[in-house]
């Protein structure tokens, strides 16, 4: 174990660069807890739900508002920083029981794109896609809508690096940090709620912190 923990943190720079992650509650992807040695890490614990993840560029990023909606929109990395942001610092949790306390995020409220996009009668959720093509996410209409759910551009007062998952994540102030979705490419509002990645393998679909999951008692944000 010892000569293992040491090869682990001798690597670790090569590590940082490969083992990124899309959510902070994906346990069984490392058993050993190895990725806590990670240097540089902020507190943050990073996991993989897919071989490799893209990067994007300012020049290249897109993100899609879609589905149930009367002018769905395409923005680019201009256009988001060009809109209204809100600031909220909270701490976030992840359900595998790892807590940073008041983490700074920065970015436009979902409501405001959803607003935008003019939501149709008869929507009731949210759908998230990343551009690592493999995790999703799903939020109700009503939780989509509160003031506390960004589309983060910046982190700590810095934009989102690709290792936190830049440029734009999504971040969920109130639920663990499973919901809030790295790599954020589409949005897609839906008639019903559709489980998204760790939700289909049995992780809450509402996911406040405190009341869901069994795995910590921390009071709800």
Known sequence: MLGAGALTVAAAPHLQSV?????????DKDPTGLTGLLPGSGGFRFYSVAASVPHRSAADYRLSV??????PATYTLARLRALPRTRVVRDVQCVTGWRVPDTPFEGVRLSHLLDAAGVRPGAKAVRLTCFDG?????????????????????????????????PVRLYVAPM?????????????????????????????????????NGRDDAPTS
């Open 66 to 71: 879609d589905g149930l909606v009367d002018r």
């Open 134 to 166: 493999t995790y999703t996410e799903s939020l109700t209409l009503d939780q989509a809508r509160r003031p506390d759910v960004l589309v983060a551009l910046r982190m700590r007062d810095k934009d989102i690096g690709h290792a936190h998952g830049g």
């Open 176 to 212: 663990y940090f499973y919901k809030s979705a790295k790599w954020l490419s589409g949005i897609t509002v839906t008639d019903r709620v559709r489980p998204g990645y760790w939700e289909e393998r049995g992780y809450d679909v509402d996911a406040w912190v405190g009341r869901s």
């Open 19 to 27: 083992v990124d992650a899309v959510v902070g509650g994906a346990a």
